[in-house]
């Protein structure tokens, strides 16, 4: 309980500075990238509705995303209708694996992970926009040396780059947390997961360009990390108006790759997380400051149970 307090003390003190350093620099710029389409229903929305909302926000705010494809997930008919969209739209189509493995797990061997690697290549190849970035299914890049470079090499003899996120936020477990609530209940309030969506999206943005500033000492090109979910389907929009309300720049993911932040290879093991955590766990003055995982269900559980009670709360005080 000792090292958690402490830890929580560290970061709540490096945020305190990054929130002063923020303010101080330019326009930001970011650009959106998307794992897991898949054509699973949800409470709600059929997956041709979510997929449609979520192209629909895109080119609402005029930019092109880079969709990271796990195979497995759309080897189907309508799943290969759903890439074609999206490369009918011009958003680049990238690698997530076949199966989503877990790289970091002590039974996980690195020809297994290379082999997973290659079979999710051969659903992303037949696409225009196929572009060779892979991203590690749950940012985990290696949990030894031998892993990590045995991956590092692979990739780079099928072409590939690491296909990075600066930005990780826990999108995915309010999702989770609203498909529970509306399977309960399919006319559940949803106002207090758009909120806390935002909110938790915006503080994250805040957190890693703050923390960017300190690593790299410039601005750089962000990549922020959402999923193809009900949530993003029904929010998405409201989360792009608020990120350019806060002074950012959406731009184009293959302009964000550009940066060469994504050409880094750390010596960290284990390795993975954000391309900008990455940066800090380098460096001796940040590395005591980092949460590990950088983003977990844990983090969130209980603010987001916090913000559906007092949203109730005040809900029931109006009526």
């Known amino acids: 309980m000792k090292n958690w307090l402490t830890s ?20 930001k710029q970011i650009a959106i ?9 949800t409470p709600k929305l059929t997956w041709q509705v979510r997929d449609s909302a979520i192209l629909a926000a895109l080119d609402h705010h005029r ?24 490369d009918q739209q011009q958003h680049l189509i990238c690698n997530h694996s076949y199966s989503h493995l877990y790289f970091d797990a002590n039974t996980q061997t690195a ?17 225009k ?10 940012l985990k890049e290696g949990n030894t040396a031998a892993k990590r470079d045995s991956l590092r090499d692979a990739l780079a003899s099928h072409g590939y780059q690491n296909g990075g996120v600066t930005v990780d936020a826990s999108d995915w477990y309010i999702d989770a947390e609203m498909a529970k609530a509306l399977k309960n209940d399919p006319g559940t309030d949803l106002t207090p997961y758009k909120e806390y969506y ?5 503080d994250r943005l805040l957190y890693y360009d703050s923390l960017a500033h300190l690593v790299f000492k410039r601005d750089i090109k962000h990549t922020l990390l959402i999923h193809h979910s ?13 990120i350019k309300a806060q002074g950012w720049q959406l731009i184009d993911a293959r302009q964000a790759y550009e940066d060469e932040v994504f050409t880094r290879q750390p010596a960290l093991v284990p390795c993975g997380e954000s391309v900008v955590w990455q ?38 005080t109006r009526e």
């Not at 930019?63 to 997930?73: D, N, P, Q, S």
């Not at 020809?111 to 696409?127: E, L, M, N, T």
């Not at 009900?230 to 608020?242: E, P, Q």
């Open 8 to 27: 929580v003390v560290q970061f709540s003190s490096l945020l305190g500075l990054l929130l002063c350093n923020w303010s101080a620099h330019a326009q």
């Open 111 to 127: 020809d297994r992970f290379i082999a997973d690697f290659v079979k999710g290549d051969s659903v992303v190849k037949p696409y």
């Open 198 to 202: 935002l909110a938790h999206m915006l």
């Open 230 to 242: 009900l949530l993003n389907a029904l929010f998405l929009n409201d989360l792009l108006a608020a």
């Open 129 to 138: 926009y196929h572009t060779k970035r892979f991203r590690y299914p749950y």
């Open 279 to 316: 940066g800090a766990k380098l460096d001796e003055r940040l590395a005591s400051s980092l949460r590990y995982p950088a983003e977990d269900a844990k983090y969130e559980q209980a603010a987001l149970s916090r913000q559906i009670k007092k949203y109730l709360s005040r809900k029931q």
């Open 33 to 41: 990238t998307i794992d897991d389409p898949n054509v699973q229903p």
């Open 63 to 86: 930019i092109k995303a880079a969709l990271f494809v796990c195979g497995m997930r759309v080897s189907n008919p309508n799943g290969r209708a759903l890439l074609a969209k999206w």
